[in-house]
């Protein structure tokens, strides 16, 4: 499927995200490539940038405390059954192509990248400190109304990023040695022919 073409409109660089759980379904959209300055701080020329874009979708809803949240606001309030509101999540699902050099043949390509996490927003940075350790799931700071989406998808389309950018099979063959090639699919070997000197070992027996 072709990526939506880049538009203007920056409404959603933002999202209200108590809105968007009265909402009650997801909303989505598509960020131009060129409006992710940090996804192309090292982007190679030649692949034509203008037409690409990033496609986004995000949930809100809120749902009960994890055990261990509750647990620990239990344990501050001395054991006591006290009460744990409840708390805002959000999904975020995005696609696209990230332009990267591959790191075996040194040539530009383009890399797919999808991002689907669930994430959970806390009140400031000392409650994410203090949580992070305790729970499996992402955590998010929100001190506002409003949370930066465009910030959010950019940050996880570098984390999606392969570590060694590669081709699945690099466009030519990269010479190494005599006869030896890297990234260009399964090799053959350089004299067929050549006899093997361990095929004779597989007929002798030894005898009794």
């Not at 466009?171 to 093997?196: F, H, K, V």
Request: charged share 25%; net charge negative.
């Amino acid at each position: 499927m072709n990526p939506p073409k880049p538009h203007a409109d920056e409404s959603h660089d933002w999202i209200d995200v108590d809105a968007l759980t009265r909402r009650g379904e997801a909303l989505s959209g598509a960020f131009a490539l060129a409006r992710l300055p940090r996804v192309l701080a090292d982007a190679p020329d030649g692949l034509g940038l203008a037409e690409e874009a990033v496609r986004w979708r995000v949930h809100a809803e809120w749902r009960d405390p994890p055990a261990a949240v509750a647990a620990a606001v239990r344990a501050l309030a001395g054991g006591r059954r006290a009460a744990v509101p409840r708390q805002l999540w959000l999904h975020l699902w995005a696609e696209g192509r990230v332009p990267l050099v591959c790191q075996r043949c040194l040539e530009p390509y383009w890399q797919p990248v999808t991002v689907d996490r669930w994430f959970r927003f806390v009140a400031d940075e000392a409650t994410a400190e203090a949580q992070d350790g305790s729970c499996e799931e992402d955590l998010l700071v929100l001190d506002g109304p409003r949370y930066p989406l465009r910030e959010l998808v950019e940050e996880e389309l570098l984390l999606a990023v392969p570590i060694v950018p590669l081709h699945a099979v690099c466009p030519r063959p990269i010479p190494l040695a005599a006869g030896d090639t890297l990234g260009a699919g399964p090799q053959t070997p350089s004299n067929p022919s050549r006899p093997n000197p361990f095929a004779a070992l597989t007929a002798w027996k030894p005898p009794r």
